[in-house]
């Protein structure tokens, strides 16, 4: 999966396939073949700019 470098713009990428297409952050990276290297950068990328994951509402707050 090739998701952009910019944290703002890869919250939205990221929020859409989960509203759209899967029901856990978990579940994203396995199916868009997301290397726990990849799943943690985009975890830092996004806490970078004060967002975190919610399993309850299954997107990035």
């Known amino acids: 999966m090739n998701l952009p470098n910019d944290p703002v713009i890869l919250l939205s990428v990221v929020n859409t396939k989960l509203r759209d297409f899967y029901t856990s ?5 396995s199916k868009e073949d997301i290397s726990d290297t990849e799943k943690e950068n985009i ?7 004060g967002y975190t994951y919610s399993k ?5 707050i």
Not at 25 to 29: A, K, R, W
Not at 56 to 60: G, M, W
Request: proline content about 0%; overall charge positive; glycine content about 0%.
């Open 25 to 29: 952050f978990d579940e994203m990276c």
């Open 56 to 60: 309850e509402r299954n997107r990035f």
């Open 43 to 49: 975890l830092k990328k996004l806490s970078s700019v």
